[in-house]
């Protein structure tokens, strides 16, 4: 039985010349053998790898994590899925860092399920992607988690298989209930007044300041996740927005229920019909929070304030 092509280590590291010793050699090994190779991490994390590639760095597509990863469920379609699916004739390697000290309270609980998600994304393909993790500046339970998603855990000196990979149940101990805002604004919507509930996004919106394509692309994210409630929510829904730490928060809630736990992170081919909504939201914010259970899904979608 052939070995499944697919491989997701998690890199632990303690230091900047772990770091770059590490990822350096991992793009190096690719590079040697013909592989595509692209690097997504934190942008002072990808100033050091690049220095120390030197003229090899410009053999590799080179991203921010900051900015292309921002919102962790735009990861998988937009950035390694982007890369992996633009060379399907062979095997590819990515860096993937989507975890970094100074990723917020909030942010971290869809982290850990992207990180879980990317083993079923992936399954299959003939792809390598390694995940660094600060295990000076991660807390514990970070590193701790980490072994649950990944299968394979390495460090500078060896690499070894994790007895606590169990990405499913990491997926489902996120899916928790989202805490409840102070203030907000709030519209019970159908097909009826739809629009309103746009409008309403809108108005939270353009008071923290937002204008133009942002202010649009938030109408546009309303307009999605209204629509997602009367096709696949029981026919209705309640929208809520309001602002929270410097971040516009627009909430969807409704009587439906997701089951497929890669719902919004699959690239769709602009030729084929389809809902795609959870999709544009994924790629228009800046994080994404899901709660999911039979009868009951709550979407709360952030947007950075101007």
């Known amino acids: 039985m052939l070995a499944e092509p697919f491989s997701h280590p ?42 120390e590639l030197g ?16 919102n962790p469920g735009r ?5 390694l899925r982007d890369f992996a699916d633009r060379h399907r004739h062979g095997h590819v390697r990515i860096i993937g860092e989507p975890i970094w000290p100074g990723r917020s309270e909030t942010e971290y609980p869809a982290c850990a399920q992207h990180e879980a998600l990317i083993n079923m994304a992936f399954t299959g393909r003939h792809v390598t992607i390694l995940c660094p993790y600060d295990t000076v500046g991660l807390e514990p339970e970070v590193i701790r988690e980490a072994a649950r998603t990944h299968p394979v855990l390495r460090d500078v000196s060896r690499e070894w298989h994790s007895d606590d990979y169990a990405p499913e149940q990491v997926v489902e101990g996120h899916n928790r209930p989202l805490e409840e805002p102070e203030e907000f604004l709030s519209l019970r919507f159908d097909h009826t007044n739809l629009s309103a509930a746009r409008a309403l996004a809108a108005q939270q919106a353009a008071k923290m ?12 994210a309303a307009a ?25 928060v627009c909430e969807i809630s409704d009587a439906g229920h997701i089951t497929d736990p890669l719902a919004g992170r699959r690239p769709v081919d602009p030729r084929q019909s389809g809902s795609r909504g959870l ?20 979407i709360r979608a952030y947007f950075d304030a101007p």
């Open 224 to 248: 999605e996740l209204g629509a997602n409630s009367l096709d696949h929510g029981g026919g209705s829904g309640t929208i809520r927005a309001w602002a929270e730490d410097g971040r516009l």
């Open 10 to 51: 998690a890199l632990f590291y303690r230091s900047d010349g772990e770091y770059v010793a590490a990822t350096t050699a991992f793009v190096r090994e690719g590079l040697a053998a013909g592989e595509p190779v692209a690097i997504a991490v934190p942008g002072r994390n990808l100033a050091m790898i690049e220095a």
């Open 209 to 220: 300041g937002f204008t133009g394509d942002r202010l649009d692309d938030i109408r546009l």
């Open 55 to 70: 003229p090899d760095a410009d053999a590799v597509k080179l991203l921010d994590m900051t900015v292309a990863g921002r």
């Open 279 to 298: 999709l544009i939201v994924n790629l228009l914010s800046d994080l994404v929070r899901v709660h999911t259970r039979a009868g009951a899904t709550t």
């Open 75 to 79: 990861i998988i379609p937009a950035v």
